[in-house]
């Protein structure tokens, strides 16, 4: 709604030891994942071997209202899914999929985008598959399956299936008798484990494990395949550890600040974006304010190193969902006065410093800043925690085509222009790299850059049926 990009999806597994049920445990990890997709969310169930899928659109807790919740069977290993759908008919492509096949079945939650998934999609529909589904994660379902027919395992089947498939994916996976977490081999999608005693959860990020009364145990590594069975966990780890990408995404804008991703925090990152943007735009000001939510740590970063006094610029209504956003222009600029509402008292009559993660097409930056002006603001000068994003991402956040970048289309000063402000900065690329105190991976910048972990589909990856003839 406010001109921000979106990652595809949060998902969560959980095997459970003790004699208590999965579901609640599931439905609140999902709640605190829910920042990551709310299209739709689902659940599936593991009772004695036999799968038992609940999922719709909408948020968790519409979809699994007390009713729901109360019919969930009783089980002791589950896993769940929170859906942000990027492409395709956000209603066929809910998940957890569930696939029964000749040796059992499968449950599969899918976070991130292939490159090469609609040629594998075609190869398989050259064998007879029928899919259901525009989504990548039903190809990486098929063919694991396609792999588990012909051998011992699942485990086995899913790191068969890692050797074709390319680009980004954390999974997990139910079985009739295992749980299964993999992480592709760029580690460009978060994916944790943790405990709760003898239980094992793996999420896409440590939130989830604060919600339900985990610990924290570790990040799944770039390509490792991780196994949980009644005898315990047993890892399978990649010979050769490929060139590794995290999404810098993650740290400026996706996940939740409380989160920690692969050794470095969130809300720590953000604050050093902010720093390290007082020091490359400096400029004399009374306050610095954030853009709810993710513009807060930047701005308070920028503050302290600064020296300008921080103020809270902006009061956003929590209780609009996703359902409110409105298809036309017109009408986001005109749901940006709902959502968002100034504190004029902390701009007024002011030089104001307002810190945003970022500008994606820029549509909706101008009535923001319209709403500072309108408040009083004597100055407006926006600085962005991210640098400007001027390419596409291949997997699974929704950078729309070059032509609608501003920033792929039009200089810094044309942009300041174009949305109202007296002055513009992005964050460096070079500041990127910096951030993330602690990271183990090196960072995917491919937005600001170009320049990607694994290489760009050679063609497009949009399936024939959604193409209109």
Known sequence: MFDKLHEECGVFGIFRRSGETVVPETYHALYALQHRGQESCGIAVNVDGVINCHKGAGLVNEVFNREALMKMPEGKMAIGHCLYGSIGN?????????????????????????????????????????????????????????????????????????????????????????LIAARDPQGIRPLCMGTMGEDVVFASESCAFNAIGATFERDIEPGEVVVVTKDGVKSYKPEVREKTGLCVFEYIYNARPDSVIDGASVHEARLQAGAFLAQEHPVEADVVIGVPDSGLDAALGYARESGIPYGIGFIKNKYIGRTFIQPTQKERQDAVRIKLNVVSATVKDKRVVMVDDSIVRGTTSLPIIKLLRDAGAKEVHMRLASPPYIRPCYFGTDVVSVENLIAANHTVEEIAKIIGVDSLGYLSVEACDKLAKGCGLSLCKGCFTGEYPVDPPKRDQTPRHEKPI
């Open 90 to 178: 956000a209603s066929e492509n809910i998940q957890p999929l569930l696939i029964n096949h000749m040796k059992g079945a499968m449950a599969l939650a899918h976070n991130g985008c292939l490159t090469n998934g609609l040629e594998i999609r075609e190869e398989l529909e050259k064998k007879g598959m029928i899919f259901h589904t525009s989504s990548n994660s039903e190809v990486i379902a098929y063919a694991i399956i396609q792999e588990r027919v012909r051998c011992g395992s699942i485990e086995e089947a899913v790191r068969n299936a890692m050797k074709v498939i390319k680009g980004a994916y954390s999974l997990v996976i139910m079985s009739p008798t295992k």
